[in-house]
């Protein structure tokens, strides 16, 4: 609905964007009503991963925003020649993701994520553009080129809309449901799946067989390099859960673990070679090895022993007992994305208090303290 041009501000002296409604589609109320409204969601979003709006104009009856100039090429771009890097391709998903994050606090939804919306700068840094669907829609016909979005046109707040680009839909967005933030994890699940494998995780010949399989299919998980990290494949397929009560909830969320995974090490690389430690001059004869390793499994027999009367006897008791009701009581790190305000003013959680109520109830009771790799329904299952 606009063609973007590289422009100067000549009363700020710099180089600016400027994105100009078409001729084709200037008279038409709802485009028009579309534009404003996506000055409007731009103006209210400041964050150094987003592109920065600074205005919008009206001259001669043409309407145009004026933007931040993202220099650099789009990540669809850089994907044309191949996967990225891992290492890289953490530091942009970790850029994208505290993007999204400051649009999701500001109740807003990008919805459509994708590479070509994900500028990179010569110097590293990312820009988030376009935010175009996530307050308006466009009126389009469906397409069968994977980079243009198939949409209709109804009220702003209903479902019955599909919009969006195909291959990086939400299933809920591909069944022109409403949608909240974790379309968006869906997208970004998508979009780090791409770039650290070269292809998209959703593919067919035309959008009706990309949406087919949005539906009704598994990204191919081996596609992965067989380096990445144990934390980055599990946070891929927990962006990439069909129902979205079972996707990640909160982008926050990702990005702790995207954190986590660039700086600590994966647990291979901390693993000595037993060769290498025996070649340092003080190590260990292969006869005491030997002897260790037996006291060991002596040791670690008469545990499992004792752990299995242990096992025993309470799955005894259990039987004697009866069915018992599980209670998980659940603290976190970061109680603003869990408890409401009331409850965070007075004291931030409200497990202790449950424990107290719970404790002498006929019940089985657990209480987890959240980290940033605890999963809600992968520990209570």
Known sequence: MGEVYRAKDTDLDREVAIKVLLEAVARDPERIAR????????ASLSHQNIATLYGIEVHENLRFLAMELAEGQTLA???????VPADDAMEIALQIAKGLEAAHEQGIVHRDLKPANVMLS???????LDFGLGKAWQVDQG?????????????MTSGGVLLGTAAYMSPEQA?????????????????????????????????TDVLAAVLTTEPDWENLPDSMAPMVRHLLRRCLQKPPNRRLHAIADARIDIEDAISEPTRSDQTVPVAEVGGRGKG??????????????IVLGGLAAALFDEWRSAKEAAVARGPQPVVFLMDTHAPKGVYDL????NSGTNADDLNDLLRDLPLLLHKETLGSRWHREDQIL
């Open 122 to 128: 010569p110097e590293g840094r990312v820009k988030l």
């Open 175 to 207: 069944r022109a449901k409403p949608v909240d933030n974790r379309t968006d994890i869906w997208a970004f699940g998508c979009v780090l799946y791409e770039m650290l494998t070269g292809r998209k995780a959703f593919e067919g010949e035309t959008v």
């Open 77 to 83: 771009d850089r994907l044309k020649s191949g996967p």
């Open 35 to 42: 534009f404003e409204r996506e000055a409007r969601v731009l």
């Open 143 to 155: 397409d069968s080129d994977l980079t243009q979005s198939p949409t209709l046109t109804a009220e």
């Open 342 to 345: 009331e409850t965070r003013n």
């Open 284 to 297: 260990l004869s292969s006869g005491v090895v030997i002897a260790l390793a037996a006291a060991g499994v």
